[in-house]
């Protein structure tokens, strides 16, 4: 990029005095752009021309001349920056931001947040990691999982935890719910504005169910087919209430049958880099239309450097714009995460369900989980699995614990602590805990996982609560040396009981109970919950906190601005 070149020049030229006046000569100016005195004067020409310098030269070769530098490499690079944002240019933009994080930070501050480019509002937010794939069949954190909501569409999906109408608009069974229709909308388009057709979606539905998740999450599916190019029909083998909600899970979403990076969802994937994700509205979706034109991640883990005064010190506390700046940039929306981090224990030989109700009730009794060491005011110990489903107190003989156990944990960052205060409360009970660390999100690549005794990890729960705890036991690798128990295969008659109840109100009892006896037998045990926190600046509207931390991209907004400061010219 020849801009960018011209400004490394002028910079190299400026660090000599710091910006100061100098007298100097071309040769010696030369010498440090690395250049040819004729092309130096050149360069002259142009930057004072441009009004980043002022040089009077004196006539003869080598002669020395007064050199006045009228702006900084800084404030140049700023505008270049922001020249390229404002041209539509992100992708080259990111090439000058190789810089120190402390200079980066300063040049980064003023372009997050809601901004307007070209009279269209776009919504930058600075993120501390790359993204993962946008594969739904592939991902595992909160924010590609709120991301691909945005991307794809299924049949279904949901809102305020039930299933709504997606590429469907409504849906009917038989007297038996072994056979469902799906009415599709009309006019249906993916983002390269081809329409969608019954029997693309019957398609790739079939080829989803070759992923081992998807087939048992459908499980009961035993035919899909298009009897109508509005109408997609599934045909079970036994009645299954949860079948809508289930084609709105995130392993159902439908990408386009001949490119997976195309879907129908509200937003449609421009630009995807370990750098850069940015995500423009499809002006054609078949539901309300987003209000702004673009969002774009900027992967800036220097923002988030708590050396250099970041207020964003968790990933469940996401930044909009300039998070050290807590004057304008202040708490919009917060809750309690629906999701929590647990503890499961597998007794078996060696390590029988007293010993487990026991280990559960020092958990309780000790207190540990509310004096871990973290930051104040981001995690809350767990009282319910859900609202209304409290942590029952459990009370259990005081005998002794298996003299050593096997602890495997994951990611969130939060276990390493807690970890570590397991180990400690049950060496003082004569205990000798093995610990284990993967650090994964997903236990499915831990193939070693059946060697341990105790399992710690994070249940993300995004809509739909009730049916994703349900699918839980169905669906994650963690509870699969559990269901080959008797135990475990009781459960899952419960579960195939459940699922054809009609009524949604019984289903969500009949699972509570479930979930409580597993509780009260030393199974499962809720540790705590994260405190949900959005921080934006006073120019970005409509944010509100999802059941996943994040919050709908397609309700955000930004005021148009009234006044708008012109912005310095820059050398061609």
Request: aromatic letters at 8%; glycine letters at 6%; charged letters at 20%.
């Amino acid at each position: 990029m020849r801009q960018l070149n011209r400004l490394n020049q002028f910079q190299r030229l400026w660090q000599q005095s710091q910006g100061a006046a100098q007298q100097t000569c071309v040769a010696e100016m030369a010498r440090h752009c690395i250049c040819s005195e004729r092309h130096l004067r050149t360069l002259l020409s142009q930057w004072q021309h441009a009004g980043w310098l002022q040089w009077h030269g004196e006539p003869g070769r080598g002669k020395q001349g007064q050199l006045q530098f009228l702006c900084s490499p800084e404030q140049l690079r700023q505008q270049l920056l922001q020249r390229q944002l404002d041209a539509g240019d992100t992708a080259d933009a990111l090439q000058l931001l190789d810089l120190p994080p402390e200079r980066l930070i300063n040049m980064l501050r003023p372009l997050m947040g809601g901004q307007w480019q070209n009279d269209s509002p776009v919504l930058r937010i600075p993120y501390y990691r790359p993204l993962e794939s946008t594969e739904p069949r592939q991902i595992t954190g909160r924010a590609e999982q709120h991301l691909v909501r945005q991307l794809y569409s299924g049949l279904t999906r949901f809102e305020q935890d039930e299933p709504v109408g997606d590429l469907a608009h409504h849906w009917q069974h038989d007297a038996s719910a072994c056979r469902w229709l799906f009415w599709l909308r009309p006019q249906l388009v993916w983002h390269n504005d081809e329409p969608i057709r019954a029997n693309q979606l019957v398609t790739q539905l079939q080829q989803l169910l070759q992923d081992p998740r998807v087939s048992t999450l459908l499980a009961e599916v035993v035919d899909i087919d298009a009897p109508h190019p509005l109408a997609v029909r599934f045909t079970l083998r036994r009645s299954d209430f949860w079948l809508p909600h289930r084609l709105a899970h995130l392993l159902c979403l439908l990408p386009h049958p001949d490119e997976a990076s195309i879907g129908s969802g509200p937003w449609k994937l421009m630009h995807f880099t370990p750098e850069l994700v940015r995500i423009e509205s499809h002006p054609r979706w078949h539901l309300r239309l987003p209000l702004l034109q673009a969002v774009e991640y900027w992967i800036t883990p220097q923002l988030f450097d708590p050396m250099l005064g970041s207020s964003c010190r968790h990933p469940v506390q996401i930044a909009i714009g300039d998070a050290s700046d807590l004057k304008s940039l202040q708490p919009v929306s917060s809750s309690i995460s629906l999701g929590f981090c647990y503890l499961l224990c597998r007794p078996r030989a060696g390590f029988t369900p007293a010993q487990a109700r026991r280990l559960f009730q020092l958990i309780q009794q000790s207190g540990i989980i509310a004096r871990l060491p973290l930051d104040e005011g981001l995690i809350t110990p767990s009282q319910e699995l859900l609202p209304g489903w409290p942590v029952p107190l459990i009370d259990a003989e005081s005998l002794s614990l298996p003299a050593s156990l096997t602890l495997y944990y994951q990611l969130p960052v939060e276990l390493h602590q807690t970890a570590e205060a397991l180990r400690q409360l049950l060496q003082q009970h004569g205990c000798t805990l093995r610990v284990v660390f993967h650090e994964v999100k997903s236990w499915h690549s831990v193939p070693q996982l059946d060697e341990a005794d105790i399992v710690m990890g994070d249940r993300l729960i995004g809509d739909a609560p009730v049916f994703t705890l349900a699918g839980w036991l169905q669906l994650d690798r963690v509870w699969h040396p559990f269901m080959s128990t008797a135990q475990g295969e009781a459960v899952q008659a419960q579960l195939l009981t459940l699922q054809q109840l009609a009524d949604g109100e019984a289903r969500g009892q009949a699972l509570h109970q479930l979930y409580h006896q597993m509780m009260r037998a030393g199974i499962l045990l809720p540790l705590f919950n994260y405190r949900y926190q959005i921080y934006a600046p006073p120019g970005v509207e409509g944010i509100q906190l999802n059941t996943l931390g994040w919050f709908d991209f397609s309700r955000a907004w930004i005021p148009p601005p009234i006044d708008r400061p012109r912005s310095c010219s820059a050398a061609e």
